[in-house]
């Protein structure tokens, strides 16, 4: 018992060690706990559910707290389709985060956040609109990814992106932890792990040095410095050629194209001359563009670009050799943009929404 009140202060059962796992079963035979972390693990299952274990291990397994789910559903909320399904999750201590599942013809790709929060403070961010309020832990993360999958069924949730709430990079070893447990023991092939940054170079220096060859998307918005610093704060710290340096040095060590993320804001930084200093920058590294039309958030009042400004833009970064995206904006209708919807939600309001009538966007 003194075990399990130390660990339940800091551990979720996707926290535990196989040899905390074993303290927690104590007394049960070493291939009983091998069989709950495979229903863990392998099943995706809740422990107690487990059949393959009797009735008395399945009881003892549903009175340990460490083993219960960390995370709360207080809101889930589909589109009519249904190919787009997002949580507002609270977890032990009140805070809450968000997780949105996406389908799409070839793939399921799960959206999961970092943080509860975020300290990065961009304005046209409803997370950073809200601020900062924890780390989560490597468990509440890898949690995520089991919920979503559970909802899939018989769909493979192939994708993880780290683009929810939170910047990843400033979460940095419980982040990889979790990456490392992603891959290793639930089986998700680390080229389909992206870790999204808005710039912490630290942080891609770390994940330049680490084993597994992720994915690596900076959130770039802006392609010289003092607009960047003006939509980006942590762009004073690490500038742009800073930026720029860490990101060829991944490149060439890990063999991988990085993405650049664009919020497209209306005459802020849609026009052709945002577009040109976008191509000086990813044409030489031979990167992506991921062009991301703005979701409208209370705290910015500023529009994304129209899609007339959208098409316009693409077609400037194509002609100059950019290889560009534009990235499907799903769940409008449903507050699916990070912390959208937790804004939406006051405290304390249990309620499962249903997701509103689908409002096209232009």
Not at 70 to 78: C, D, I, N, Q, T
Not at 175 to 197: M, P, Y
Not at 252 to 275: C, P, T
Not at 325 to 338: E, H, K, L, M, S
Request: charged share 25%; hydrophobic share 40%; with cysteine.
């Amino acid at each position: 018992m003194k075990l399990t009140r130390s660990l339940s202060k800091v551990s979720t059962r996707y926290d535990l060690s196989r040899d905390e796992l074993a303290a927690l079963l104590d007394g049960e035979p070493h291939f009983r706990v091998d069989q709950v972390w495979h229903g863990l693990y392998s099943e995706l299952a809740e422990p107690a559910a487990l059949t393959s274990l009797p009735k008395t291990l399945r009881e003892r397994l549903a009175d340990i707290d460490e083993l219960q789910p960390s995370l709360h559903p207080v809101v889930e909320s589909s589109t009519d389709n249904d190919d787009t399904t997002k949580w507002l999750f609270e977890l032990h201590d009140g805070r809450r985060i968000e997780t949105v599942l996406m389908h799409y013809e070839d793939r399921s790709t799960v959206c999961i956040s970092s943080q509860a929060g975020c300290a990065m403070g961009c304005g046209f961010c409803a997370t950073g609109q809200a601020g900062f309020d924890r780390q989560l832990t490597t468990g509440e993360i890898v949690e995520q990814y089991v919920r979503a999958q559970q909802r899939a069924g018989d769909r493979r949730v192939s994708n993880v992106v780290f683009m929810g709430m939170g910047e990843p990079l400033a979460n940095f070893d419980r982040v990889w932890r979790a990456i490392e447990k992603l891959h290793h023991e639930i089986g998700l092939g680390a080229r389909n792990i992206t870790v999204s940054t808005v710039g912490v170079v630290p942080g891609i220096r770390k994940l330049t040095e680490a084993r597994l060859p992720v994915n690596l998307a900076v959130s770039l918005h802006a392609a010289n410095d003092t607009l960047r610093s003006s939509l980006v704060p942590l762009n004073d710290r690490y500038p742009l050629d800073v930026l720029i340096d860490a990101c060829r040095d991944y490149m060439d060590v890990k063999g991988r194209r990085v993405s650049f993320e664009w919020a497209l804001i209306d005459n802020v930084n849609d026009r052709e001359s945002d577009a040109d200093e976008l191509a000086a920058i990813a044409a030489p590294l031979g990167a992506h563009v991921n062009v991301i039309p703005l979701n409208p958030t209370p705290g910015y009042l500023v529009m994304g670009s129209p899609r007339k400004s959208v098409n316009r833009f693409v077609k400037n970064l194509s002609d100059r050799g950019v290889n560009t995206t534009v990235r499907d904006t799903r769940g409008v209708d449903i507050d699916a943009a990070c912390g959208q919807l937790a804004a939406r939600v006051p405290p304390k309001s249990p309620v499962v929404l249903q997701a509103r009538p689908h409002e096209k966007a232009d």
